[in-house]
């Protein structure tokens, strides 16, 4: 069973910047796509990025385009969530995924969750 442990959370001023860090245990990292995913006090879960395998492929929600980039480094485990000109509707707990294969689909493909990491934009 896969661990993967976030880190990078924080407060910030609206405007600046945060990376986000998740390590995931195991020999298998580089043959499942990984993703971030946030949720917001009273909201749902959503959407934010997502890289395949090879990081060839990256998609992310249309609120954080431009802003943000997912990148993955399958030597060291570990995926990334650089977040630039960063807004107080950032604010939210910042989960890291992984999906069941190397490939995405769709938010149902992830399977495996961290624990989450606070992410606080000050306006």
């Known amino acids: 069973q896969v661990q993967l442990v976030e880190s990078g959370g924080g407060l910030v001023q609206a405007g600046g910047s945060l990376r986000l860090s998740c390590a995931a245990s195991?020999?298998?990292?580089?043959?499942?796509?990984m993703g971030w995913f946030r949720q917001a006090p009273g909201k749902e879960r959503e959407f934010v990025a997502a890289?395949?395998?090879?990081?060839?492929?990256?998609d992310y929600a249309d609120s954080v385009k431009g802003r943000f980039t997912i990148s993955r480094d399958n030597a060291k485990n570990t995926v990334y969530l650089q977040m630039n000109s960063l807004k107080p509707e950032d604010t939210a707990v910042y989960y890291c995924?992984?999906?069941?294969?190397?490939?995405?689909?769709?938010?149902?493909?992830?399977?495996?969750w961290g624990q989450g990491t606070q992410v606080t934009v000050s306006s």
């Open positions: 890289v395949n395998l090879s990081g060839g492929r990256t």
């Open positions: 995924a992984r999906a069941y294969s190397s490939d995405y689909y769709g938010p149902t493909d992830f399977t495996s």
């Open positions: 195991g020999r298998t990292f580089s043959r499942y796509a």
